[in-house]
């Protein structure tokens, strides 16, 4: 069975910092893609980040490009997002996921505030 | 203009079909996307449903009703998840997604009420 569990969410305050785990179970986590999506309290889903299989590929999202930084450990099987100069619209629940065959983890929330 | 955009909610009574809509921005040809579609209930992670590209390129979710299906409507450039029979369990939001320049970008969101 796939498991996807996040760690490391909280409060944090604007300009601040976070790191972000998801450790992978099920599956040969080297062999496939991973993203970051995240959903603000109330808001749709805005996809954050995309990592390759061997993590040779990157991709970001305008919103978050030059401040956040992905990157996993495949020995270790986990992804992970440093998150940097955190703003108040950073503030969301935070899943990774294997988007084009639906496993999600269940979230882990960050919220941004002084 | 948005790269997908769905209606922000439709109504509907139990046993009807309903037709969810996920224009593509108009630059952009539905026909060359694989077009995944997503169930998310309150407090929980978006649920897989299927992905759609053409009859010879479609998946259904593992465990995922047949009365959830999809479809393309090149004349209006936009894919369709089409739920037959609905149940009161189906009330929920729905969302669109593909890939498109190197990101993936979902769409704006329906919210589905069974009344």
């Known amino acids: 069975e796939v498991q996807l569990v996040e760690s490391g969410g909280g409060l944090v305050q604007p300009g601040g910092s976070l790191r972000l785990s998801c450790a992978a179970s099920?599956?040969?986590?080297?062999?496939?893609?991973m993203n970051w999506v995240r959903q603000a309290p109330g808001k749709g889903l805005e996809w954050v980040s995309y990592i390759s299989g061997s993590g040779s590929t990157i991709y970001y999202a305008d919103s978050v490009k030059g401040r956040f930084t992905v990157s996993r450990d495949n020995a270790k099987n986990s992804l992970y997002l440093q998150m940097n100069s955190l703003r108040a619209e950073d503030t969301a629940v935070y899943y990774c996921a294997r988007v084009t065959v639906g496993n999600w983890g269940q979230g882990t929330l960050v919220t941004v505030s002084s | 203009q948005a790269v997908l955009t769905q209606p922000a909610s439709l109504s509907a009574s139990p046993g009807a079909s309903a037709s969810l809509t996920c224009t593509l921005r108009?630059?952009?040809?539905?026909?060359?996307?694989?077009i995944y579609w997503y169930q998310q209930k309150p407090g929980s992670p978006p649920q897989y449903l299927l992905r759609?590209?053409?009859?010879?390129?479609?998946?259904?979710g593992s465990g995922v009703p047949s009365r959830f299906s999809g479809s393309k409507d090149a004349s209006a450039n936009a894919g369709i998840l089409l739920i037959s029979g609905l149940q009161s369990e189906d009330e929920a939001d729905y969302y669109c997604?593909?890939?498109?320049?190197?990101?993936?970008?979902f769409g704006t969101g329906t919210k589905v009420t069974v009344l």
């Open positions: 108009s630059d952009i040809n539905v026909g060359t996307y694989r």
């Open positions: 997604m593909i890939w498109h320049s190197s990101a993936y970008v």
């Open positions: 099920g599956f040969t986590f080297s062999s496939f893609e």
């Open positions: 759609y590209k053409s009859d010879s390129d479609k998946q259904q």
